[in-house]
């Protein structure tokens, strides 16, 4: 039976959108990477509730660096007995012995190295090569399907008058521009995953994933709703750096799950799904959103004035392929998305 989870509201509302899904992980093995990340948790915490509930008897070998590290943030999953550890790198860690049914590539995609100002080279590397490595590991243990966690940063900048990026938009990163590395990166691993697809037969699934909030998010780096969320809990005025006008969308974590199982499951092989919400809201109206979801009154400070002759930044996908072909949508909007953070960060510590 599973034991009392801060997240059982969360859980349970997976399951309920994924049920009949699962029957396909019976008495399987999945391996993960980036286990121990934003996504890698809330696939391990959907996983084992889902295990134990439908009584599955799967298993997941999750690839780790630190599993100390990891054993101290989330105790509860690195203590599961559906739950067993590999350590090594991406890029060229030892394969494991025997098959297994699924693998999931949701490696992290250098958040943390950004705002650390890690070589760009060195992300790019891990990235690219990674993905081969797992490919080619995917294509030993004999894998029926694959999820690459790619990213919208393959599009490159989104045009001021779109307000909606999808698919089918042929735009893409500047290769001659360093800043653009994350997306260059993420087209090449997506390519690699055509390229393994024709020659060995995996069923690589590709979700272009966008922007979260939950908990597990980091609070620490450079996603601007997990600072206003920080400020928020230490009673602090919310700060904007900028002007407040760029536009952003953000996917509860719960429904994330739902969708990254789903597409696992159901998308079709190399054909590219957007992951994130569509509804749109700026930087400086994201931030009042954050505040109002707090008990005490939290103030917003915006450093900088809009440019009139600027327009705003757009980082909002179209999910319309999801919905049609999958069956997906968001079913948490993001005022109650924050106030599950809130709640869960608070009962985590």
């Not at 391996?31 to 915490?45: A, N, P, Q, S, V």
């Not at 081969?132 to 995917?138: G, T």
């Not at 499951?265 to 509804?279: A, D, L, T």
Request: aromatic content about 12%; charged content about 20%.
């Amino acid at each position: 039976m599973n034991r009392y989870n801060p997240l059982t509201l969360d859980l349970d509302h997976i399951l309920s959108h994924t049920e009949g899904l699962w029957e396909e992980l019976r008495n399987q093995r999945i391996f993960i990477t980036g286990g121990t990340g934003f996504f890698g948790c809330w696939l391990m915490e959907s996983f084992i509730w889902a295990n134990d509930k439908f009584d599955l008897n799967a298993s997941a070998l999750v690839l780790t660096r630190n599993y100390n590290a990891f054993q101290k943030n989330a105790p509860h999953l690195a203590a599961n007995p559906a739950i067993q550890f590999h350590i090594g790198d991406v890029r060229n860690f030892n394969f494991p012995e025997g098959e297994f049914s699924h693998v999931i590539h949701a490696a992290a995609t250098s958040a943390v190295a950004t705002f650390n100002n890690v070589d760009p080279l060195v992300t790019f590397n891990i990235i690219v090569e990674g993905t081969r490595h797992i490919l080619d590991f995917a294509a030993q243990c004999h894998a029926k399907k694959f999820l690459l966690t790619s990213s919208g940063t393959v599009y490159g900048r989104q045009p001021s008058g779109m307000t909606h990026v999808s698919e089918d938009y042929c735009g893409a990163p500047d290769p001659a521009d360093p800043s653009f590395f994350l997306g260059e990166s993420k087209r090449a691993a997506e390519l690699l995953c055509a390229l393994y697809s024709k020659k060995y037969g995996i069923e690589p699934k590709i979700a272009r994933c966008f922007s979260f909030v939950g908990p597990y998010l980091p609070l620490d780096i450079h996603y601007a709703i997990g600072n206003f969320i920080r400020d928020g809990l230490n009673g602090v005025p919310i700060r904007v750096n900028g002007d407040g006008t760029s536009y952003r969308s953000y996917l509860y974590a719960a429904d994330l799950a739902i969708w990254l199982w789903t597409i696992l499951f159901k998308g079709e092989s190399c054909r590219p799904y957007n992951v994130g919400s569509e509804e749109a809201i700026t930087i400086a109206d994201l931030a009042n959103t954050v505040a109002d979801c707090f008990q005490k009154q939290i103030d917003v400070k915006i450093a900088k004035s809009p440019d009139p002759n600027k327009p705003p930044e757009r980082y909002v996908p179209s999910t319309k392929r999801a919905q049609e072909e999958c069956g997906l949508h968001q079913t948490i909007d993001l005022r109650e998305g924050i106030r599950r953070t809130i709640y869960g960060l608070v009962l985590y510590g």
